[in-house]
């Protein structure tokens, strides 16, 4: 039981809480990383399915 005593101690005495303004900062800055590699993911997705529709072509027509 002394473990979360001193558990709940801690949080309530030496843990630095952010502000809400702070909050809101990091908040909007992991929503435009997001974004961003979300993008990044999808540039990506779509040249490899581009480069690959042109390989399966260009190899289903060397059969004929």
Same mark, same amino acid.
């Given at each position: =039981?002394?473990?979360? #005593? /001193?558990?709940? #101690?801690?949080?309530?005495? #030496? $843990?630095?809480?952010?502000s809400?303004? *702070?909050? *809101? &900062? &990091?908040?909007?800055? $992991? =929503? $435009?990383? &997001?974004?961003?590699?979300?993008i990044?993911?999808?540039? =990506?997705?779509?040249?490899?399915?581009?480069? =690959?529709?042109?390989?399966?072509e260009?190899?289903? /027509?060397l059969g004929?």
């Open positions: =039981m002394g473990y979360i #005593k /001193n558990a709940y #101690k801690e949080l309530v005495e #030496k $843990v630095s809480w952010p809400f303004a *702070q909050l *809101q &900062s &990091s908040t909007i800055v $992991v =929503m $435009v990383a &997001s974004l961003i590699f979300a990044i993911v999808l540039a =990506m997705d779509m040249s490899f399915e581009g480069i =690959m529709g042109g390989i399966y260009l190899l289903g /027509n004929r």
